[in-house]
């Protein structure tokens, strides 16, 4: 675990609430936090906890019932059409086309982003060889394996080299080797610069990764601030002690 | 452009990816007018081309019998096989085993009844010109009925065709009826036969019936099954793309790839764009190749060949409206469908409920009224009614009007639906 790297802004929320239509209650309620360039901030929480509406509404997928959120490029303040492009995201789901080869959908959502070759071609190949997929890219994805898929639901929201790198579960149901390919990588991204904000529920995996850790619990912050800090505030031993002394040991829809 | 080129390139992958959506724009459709063009031709060449296989048990002892069979084969109406000396009691039977459709039973008294009411009227003719005969036959004031002739039908002949046969042989037998009228009447007056001049201008005189389609142009388009089905079928083949493209669209917004399009910017309009540009491809081919095997294929396996509309403007206009409707429609029921389950059964049920109203298997005009008003609630029967003007009428711009019409208000009303549910679920 490392220390906040930088304290200049990337994204500033404040005071959100998110209620979807026809709940009974709101999913966020004014949720308040920074982001701050180059760290990696996960997001914890029991299910229902709101972590993926967080990330949807941040990477503009979702509107915001209420609130602010601002996003800062080069310490100014600049409206969400200018972030976008800047902007990667990894979805939970395999947000791909299953009919297509690795390269094909690589090279599809290159486009979509802009990208062209000569430039796309060598990043395609690059994303490929790094996480071990090169000898796969013209297999069509329908064939993958459950890792494999992970591995290229990641390629695609690292193809335009985003500044800020949204990660919803990016490891959910991969092997051991697949997930380390996987941290690797974003380690190594968030090395050269990329701010990540991310959410799972491997705990341990997660101590590892993150500078800075937002708890969620009815959609609502209960604890913010880097690991170390909070453990001894809660008397914790692990992020998983501490989620559960924080959010209580019953089970959850 | 680079956006809606990789965008387009992606659809065509995963439209040549989906096998069974191509069968089912393609093949099935080119199956289902083959068929069907190759039924109802049968019932068309039955009514047009007077093909109904008719037994004539001929019993007559006179030779009126004779003229009415001799009547029905001028007639050219029928295919004819006479038979004698067979019983009344047996003709249901003979009708139900063999192959004929209908038995006309022709009494042995039918030339001395026809004759006997022929001299009863001559005699009440010439009465009422005061010129008073000797009766020849004490029969004349028998019923006419006991000579009547008799029909038996095969359950299975639609009254439709029962109706055209009575009529038919209520014709002959009025002609023969009048011509023995007529000698009777020259008989009476002291004349062996009907002199040849009378005979002549009564013949000449007969009016005539001029038949035609009505058409609004000099085109000698003739109607038929091929006319009615290669239009119909490839509506409905455009229609049933609501099975590939809802899908497709269904299984993007579940998949996720919608949400990720949402990050990019620009990028889902694009992709919407594309999807319309190669269902509109794969909607005017589809109409290319119905219409091609109409004009080339259907003549080397001895049905009608399709006559291509002569005006071309208004042809590539309700083709291009039809297909805007059916990928309209298809994008509809795909961005409100939650499951592709509920994509195929409802996009596929609905477009069949669609067919069967609009006219495309029975066309509407045979349907009672109020089948017809709810038939103009389809999107298939306006297409219909637009191919129909041109296929079956020659049509020009003012009988376009109501479908071009409707067409463009039905699209867009889908359109705004969609992006509507689309806005909604924030992709735009």
Known sequence: MTEQKNTSHIIKVSGITKRYPKAESNSLTEVSFD???????????????GKTTL????????????????YYIDNQSANFKKILPKIGFVPQDFALYQELTA?????????????????????????????GLDHVGNRKLASFSGGMKRRINLAIGLINDPEILFLDEPTVGVDVQSKVAIMSLLNELNAKGTTMIYTSHHLREAEDFCDRTLLLDNGKIIAEGTLNDLLKQHNAESLEDLLINLTGKALRD | MERFKASLLKEILLLLHDKVGLLLMYLMPLL??????????????????????????????????????????????FKIDVKKGIDERQLANLTLEGSKLATLFVPSNFTQSLSSNSQRISNAMLSEFGMETEPRSNKGNQNAIEGGVKLIFDPVLQESFQVTLINNLQTMIS?????????????????????????????????????KPAMSGESAMIPNSTQHNVPAWSIFAMFFMVISLGSNLVKERLSGSFVR??????????????????????????????FAIGVYIFPLIGLPKLNLPSHIFPFLLI????????????????????TQEQANGFGAISIIIFAAIGGIWVPSFVMPDYMVMISKLSPLHWCLEGFYSLFLKDGSWDQLTGPVVYLIVFTVLCQFLALWRLRRQHYI
């Not at chain 2, 068309?44 to 003229?67: A, P, Q, T, W, Y």
């Not at chain 2, 007529?182 to 001029?210: C, H, S, V, W």
């Not at chain 2, 190669?278 to 190749?289: D, E």
């Open chain 2, 261 to 290: 399009l949402q990050t990019i910017p620009g990028s889902f309009l694009h992709a919407m764009f594309a999807k319309i540009t190669v269902y509109s491809f794969v909607a005017l081919t589809q109409l290319m190749i119905m």
């Open chain 1, 55 to 70: 990330i949807s509404i941040l990477s503009g997928i979702l509107p915001k019932s209420s609130g602010e959120v601002h």
């Open chain 1, 103 to 131: 390269t094909q959908n690589l090279r599809y959502f290159g486009k979509m982003h802009g990208l062209k070759n000569p430039e796309l071609e060598q990043k395609i190949s690059s994303l490929l060889a790094i996480l």
């Open chain 2, 175 to 211: 002609g023969i009826e009048s011509k023995e009228m007529i000698r009777q009447l020259y008989a009476d007056m002291g004349y062996d036969e009907i002199p040849a001049k009378i005979l002549k201008e009564l013949n000449r005189n007969r009016t005539k019936i001029e038949a």
């Open chain 2, 319 to 338: 083709s291009i409206l039809s297909a805007m409707a059916a990928i309209s429609y298809a994008a509809m029921v795909g961005t409100y469908a939650k």
């Open chain 1, 35 to 49: 982001v701050f360039r180059g760290e990696k901030l996960g997001i914890f929480g029991p299910n229902g906890a």
């Open chain 2, 32 to 77: 289902l007018v083959f068929i069907i063009t190759i039924v109802q031709d049968s019932a068309f060449r039955l009514v047009n081309e007077n093909r109904l296989d008719i037994l004539i048990v001929n019993n007559d002892k006179g030779h009126l019998g004779d003229s009415l069979v001799q009547s029905m084969k001028n007639a050219g109406s």
